[in-house]
């Protein structure tokens, strides 16, 4: 089994930045992709931006440009540098972790930009 801990979350006014961190526990070789999604109020859940153990990333058009994601050194953990936030950034942000096929999830931490 794998846990997910997110941490990073809170309240910032529009373009201001925060950082979300989180770190994977449990029985594993390695994880392939870690990644950032979010969910906003009355949307469904989307991506953000995932890396990759090799560090390849991915960003969703909306926030290139913006976000940075990265992978720790032990590759157990992942980062999502935000900055310039904007009111429609709020949501919910989940961590993920795929591991082969499956998909483990943090439990969310919520991100509220302010005008």
């Known amino acids: 089994q794998v846990q997910l801990v997110e941490s990073g979350g809170g309240l910032v006014q529009a373009g201001g930045s925060l950082r979300l961190s989180c770190a994977a526990s449990?029985?594993?070789?390695?994880?392939?992709?870690m990644g950032w999604y979010r969910q906003g109020p009355g949307k469904q859940r989307e991506l953000v931006a995932t890396?990759?153990?090799?560090?390849?990333?991915n960003y969703a058009d909306s926030v290139k440009g913006r976000f940075t994601i990265s992978r720790g050194n032990a590759k157990n953990t992942v980062f999502l540098q935000m900055s310039s936030l904007r009111p429609e950034d709020t949501a919910v942000y989940y961590c993920?972790?795929?591991?082969?096929?499956?998909?483990?999830w943090g439990q969310g931490t919520q991100v509220t930009v302010s005008s």
């Open positions: 449990g029985t594993f070789l390695s994880i392939n992709t």
């Open positions: 993920n972790a795929r591991i082969w096929s499956a998909d483990f």
């Open positions: 890396c990759t153990s090799s560090g390849s990333t």
